[in-house]
Every structure is written in C-alpha cells, then in structure tokens.
C-alpha cells in the first residue's frame, strides 16, 4: 500500500484524533475578525436512503411539519450569527437533498439574501429534480447547480443502492436537459467502490466529457459510521485501487478538457468564467455551518450543531445555538497547517494571502513543511504562488479524504452528544432518527 498514505493517515489522526481537544460548547461571542465568512446550510431530507452515504441525510416526511418547522429553525439560526455581527459573502446549500424541498429553500434563500449580500449559492440536487425546482433555483439567483449522478452504469448504480433515481441512460438525458441552464452545473460521480471496475469508471468519464458537463467531481468512497455495514457486505476499500483510478483513469480521461480546481473537483477548460470551487473552506478563510449536524470553524474554534431534528429545533426555539461539540481554541500552528492543507487541496497557495492572514511570510512559518513538499516533489513555485502537481493532488486528496472520515467522526460524537442531551432533557421519543445506511 502506498507509504504517503500511511503518512496522510497517521498526520490527520494525530492533529484530529489525539490532539483535538474538546469543551462545553459555549454561547455566541461577538464577532471579532472582520471580513466576510461562509455560509453552509444543511437541508437534510432525501428521498431514499442510500446504503454508502456519509451524510446528516433523513427520509422526507410530507405529511408532517417536519420540513416547515426546519426551515424555521433555520432563520431562527441565521439571525443568530447576524446579530453576532457575521456577514456572509456566498453560501453552499448541501445535504441530504435540497433540491428535494424547492418550495421552502428557494423562500429561505430570499430570506438569506435580505440580510446578506451574497456572491454566489450552490445547491445540492438528485437526478430526479423537477423543472419547477430548477425554475425556482434560477429565480433566486443560484449559480452552482450539483447534482449527484454517482455513475451512468445500471450495474454500479445498482451496487450503490441508487436505482431509484433512474437508468443511467435517463439520468444522462436529465443532465443533458439542465446543460447551460445554470452558470455552473456539476456532476458528483463516486469511485473506489469496492471492486471498481476502472472500465466503468472510464466510460463513466467518457459520457460526461463527451456531453460536455461545466463540473466534475469525483470522490473517493469515504467510510462512515452509517456505511460501514454496506462497505464491509460489498467487499472492503483498497487504497491500491484508489490510487490507480485515480492516478491511471481519471487524470488521463480528464486531463486534455477539464482543470482540477481540487484534487477532486474538475471544471472545463474552455469555459474560464467557472471560477467557483466546490470547496468553500478554500476560498473563505471562516465558515459557519447552519441546520442539523452542520459544523462551523470560526474565532479558532470548531463547533458541531445538534445531529437530531427535535434536539436542534427545541435548542433554537429556547434561544440558544444549537451546539453540541466545541474544541478549546485552535494553536495559531494548527490553523496555519489547516490553511495550507486545504489550499494545496485547492491547488494553490498564494504567498501574499498567507501573509495577510497569518502576518508572517510562509516559507519562514512553514519552513519545514515547505522542504518537505518540494523534497517529496508534490508542488512547484510560480508567480508567488504554491501549486501542487499531479503527484501533489493525489496526496492532498488522501488528505482530506482522512480529514472527511475524521469529520465522520465528529458527526458520530455529534449524534451521540445530541441523544444525551435528549435523555438529559427527558424529550419525547426522537421522531426523526437520521437513517442513512445500516447504522
Ligand atoms: C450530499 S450528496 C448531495 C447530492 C444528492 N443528495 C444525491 O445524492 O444525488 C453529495 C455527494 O456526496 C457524495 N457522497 C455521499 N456519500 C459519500 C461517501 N461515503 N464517500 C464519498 N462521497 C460520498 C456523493 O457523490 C453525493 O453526490
Ligand atoms: S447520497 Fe443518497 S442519502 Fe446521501 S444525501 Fe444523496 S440522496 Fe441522500
């Protein structure tokens, strides 16, 4: 197995893992850092369940208030980090599936863009999106439009447990329907699935490359508390195979038309004005998570919300943050490595922004990590910037796809915290178990 990968493993579970340390959650404090931050809001309801998912995802329930009663708990939370004295410049409507609950999102986002001026949205969808979701979405402004295609094979989406949302054959004709609709529409396909089959993959990459598609991204199967059960039935995650789709199908296949943006994010060449990264935390040096399970990093400190709905909303409707988790506040060390982790997952770092930021240059920062980039050949220097080289992507995707499985975890701490606090609090029986996968 790749040693690089023992290496991303052991740094992420000794930065995450061991030396993360958590505290009571506290109350809002007053915003410190000027500038502006991201926004993330969490819509959790899905159609299906599906059996690989790593998501806060819930089984949509029409016939309740359920939906209602979560987007006004949303509001509720949003003005909350307002009157804190946060202003958010883009925001990222992920999920579950967003797009599923158009009506009351499209409201919401009005209702965001009231009280924030917001540069770009991008909104999560599935391949069943109806047109009246779409028509709704541009009304509002939305720019990125993502939609989870996983793979056009009936086989594989089969394996994925995602035959409800059609045949590959339909799923590429609705693709092709919302084609120059959007400024952005991408396309989520999953890959290292036990057993991937590279020529699938391939063909896969043939279809969107051929029809043209704005965005790809491409993520590694990430493990979960949720999808352990469905991994282990399908066989196990081999990193070998990771590494070979990664490095022998999807840079090849994709390499003359498109330009990694991320390690697994992939916009056209040909259409300069795709600028937006799939990746706020990127771009934005603060991010603020809003809704159930969400998580935020900001003021040196990351925080994770309620992971049950009844939890989440009886905490907002009591006037309070809905946190669960909080580490004492981050070493000044530990955000620099965090920044120059995501933006070499980002593919760049800029010298100047760095600098900006941290008010040191970063060669004299990060000396040590620097010689250890150039000497492992993962990056080169240009116009004042770092930007990884393919070697370099691959590595920083198996960063992060440690740093998301570790995030997994915070999710699954998440949920634990929020049943105590349940019990704590003698609540009625839960009503909305979250039930992605066989957890
Ligand atoms: C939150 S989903 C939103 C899209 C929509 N719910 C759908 O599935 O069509 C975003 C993407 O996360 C990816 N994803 C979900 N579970 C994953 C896992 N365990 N590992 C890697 N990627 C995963 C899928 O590719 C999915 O399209
Ligand atoms: S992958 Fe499936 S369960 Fe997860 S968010 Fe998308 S539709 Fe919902």
Redesign the pocket.
Known sequence: MNLLHHVARYAVNQKMGHSLKWEEPSEISPRQRPGKSFLYIHV???????P????N?HKLNRESSQVADYFAALKKELLMYKQAGFDFGAAYV????PALVHEELAEFLEFVQQHFDLAEISV?A?PHVSDAAVESFLAVGVDRFSI?V?SFDDGMLKKL??EG?GSGEQIRERINQLLGKFRILNIDFIFNVPDHDPEILARDLDIAVADKVDQLTTYPLMEAQQNRSYVSRQGRISYDLEAKLYKQVILPKLREHYTPVSSWCFSRKDKPEIDMLDEYVVDYFDYVGIGTGSMSLHDSRVQVNAYTLPLYERMINGGKLPLVLQTYELPRRDYMLYYLMMALFGRRLSFKRFEEVFGVPFKRAMWLEWLGLKALDLVYEKDGYVYTNERGMYVFLMILREFFTHVNRFRSLAKLASHKLEEAHGAAKLTFEP???GD
Do not use: K, S, V
Not at 44 to 50: G, K, L
Not at 94 to 97: D, E, F, K, L, R
């Open positions: 959790p309801f899905c159609e299906h369940i599906c690989f998912c790593m998501f995802a992920g999920g579950g599936t999560e599935n989870g996983q447990g995602r949302y039930l992605a996968g």
